[in-house]
């Protein structure tokens, strides 16, 4: 009976350690993919395998590679199978963001996987929209009441003087915004299931699960009996030794009760014997 006991929960312990070595490798083993923009270089840190159901935390990381206007950077996240692209996540990253080259965008994205995804791979796709500066010169005519040289002022600006008695001319550099956008994508978490044989394997698992309880109940039932039958025998013992005390002890009586009626009669015997010899004794043959 410990053997069929053993057997399946031993089997059962090996399959929960398949799972439960899945589930940590999908948490604790991290991947990076690593995207080049035209003005961005961004990087995805994400669990290299992520289960069905559960949640893929990716850490997104974006470096500008020069300066420029960031209008936006976007991530979405898809499912890919056989024939399509499933979109799990559309998320805005950063808009209207002024950027130096050399600053950072960072930000934590949390995405959960479908609990019937089929075993495929999480796919990012990131797109970045800026307005690139641009700063042509240009020269402009204005009338002007006050010159001093070759320098005139209009408002605050300093417009320097070209030609023609009534008309100066100024020359100074104007801010022109260029829209430009690029996308790229990147792989994601692999996910390890569902096959036929992580069906197969589920299904055994709660199949063993349910038999592993019932032996354990049958075990409990067993080890009770167990425990009633040694309290019985307990039991026993003890009326066993007391009557095996009272057995020794009428032993004991009935030998000194032997040796007692043995000497009683020993005694009758003697004193019966004695008068019978006194009355036997001889007759006086002497003559008078």
Known sequence: MK???IAPIALLVILASIFATQSALA??????????????????TYPSQVLPGDLAIINLTAQAKDTFQLSSLTIQVYLADENNLWQLLSTTVAQSTFMLSGDQISKQIQV??????PRTSLVAQV??????NSYPNS???????NCNANLCSYGSYPYYFYSSPSFYYSSYQTYNYQPSSDDA???LSYVPATTPEYVALQSQYQ???????????????LQNSTAQKDSTISSLNNQLSSVQGTNTLVEI???ILAIAVAALAALHLKSTRTPDTESRSPPNTTGV
């Open 185 to 187: 994508i990147a792989p």
């Open 253 to 255: 009586v009935a030998a």
């Open 27 to 44: 948490q604790s083993n991290q991947a990076v993919s690593a995207v080049n923009l035209n003005h961005l270089n961004v990087q995805l």
């Open 112 to 117: 959960t996987v479908p609990s019937n995804a």
């Open 3 to 5: 053997t069929k006991i």
């Open 207 to 221: 199949q063993l699960q349910t038999q592993n309880q019932q032996l354990r109940q049958q075990l409990q039932a």
């Open 127 to 132: 797109t970045e929209s800026v307005s690139m």
């Open 139 to 145: 020269q402009y005519a204005y009338p002007y009441l």
